[in-house]
């Protein structure tokens, strides 16, 4: 680790314009400045609107002075790979290709915003071999949704669903329930094309006008 004393590190005030050798980096300094250590001098620098990488200390970079200020133009060499690279500018950034526009990373890629992540596409694909979604809060709005998996599992404490109109078929269905199972409905119609079985340790079956049991054999009892 480079310890250079700021207090007595002289700060030398740069030409109207020229160039100056490559420099390394102290410290930061206030307004965005940082402070550069040439081969003379130690040089108050600005990093160069181009100049996408934003220094660190301990980083060699090329300096250049114009109009009374110097810019930091690139950084060159980073003592310690292990630093993470930031390319940081100020205001918005729009990247734009005409073609094609290509994203890798060796182990992570991550997005993140304060406010905001959107996506506005044609077409959306994306292939993983796991993929976790986490939100307190989580929206779909389409106006027509498809999901082919081999199994699917749902778990939740409450399960509300609300349709007009519900269609399920199977092959074979199976459901369990603990405590209370309701049905209300102004018409309902069960249909079995082999048997029915209705059982319960107590059944009561009432009706306000008409009950009828119609069958070639009826045996109660």
């Not at 404490?157 to 209300?184: F, G, P």
Request: aromatic letters at 2%.
């Amino acid at each position: 680790m480079m310890k250079t004393n700021l207090a007595t590190s002289p700060v030398s005030r740069p030409s109207a314009a020229g160039p100056f050798p490559a420099g390394t980096v102290l410290a930061p300094l206030t307004d965005g400045l940082w402070l550069v250590a040439t081969h003379n001098a130690s040089v108050s620098c600005r990093r160069a609107f181009s100049c996408l990488i934003d220094p660190r200390p301990g980083d060699r970079v090329a300096i250049c002075g114009s109009g009374g200020e110097t810019f930091v133009l690139a950084v060159l060499e980073r003592a310690d790979e292990n630093t993470v690279t930031h390319l940081r500018v100020d205001g918005d950034l729009l990247l734009e290709a005409t073609h094609d526009l290509q994203i890798r990373a060796g182990r992570e890629l991550i997005g993140a915003a304060q406010q905001t992540l959107r996506l506005d596409t044609q077409e959306l694909r994306v292939g993983t071999r796991t993929a976790h979604l986490t939100g307190e809060d989580v929206e779909v709005q389409a106006g027509e949704a498809r999901l082919h998996t081999g199994l699917m599992r749902v778990v939740a404490n409450v399960l509300e669903s609300v349709a007009k109109r519900i269609t399920q078929v199977s092959r074979t269905s199976y459901r369990s329930v603990e405590t209370v199972d309701h049905l209300r409905a102004a018409h309902v119609d069960h249909a079995a094309s082999t048997s029915m079985r209705l059982h319960g340790s107590t059944v009561v079956l009432t009706a306000e006008q008409l009950i009828k049991v119609d069958a070639e054999q009826i045996h109660l009892g």
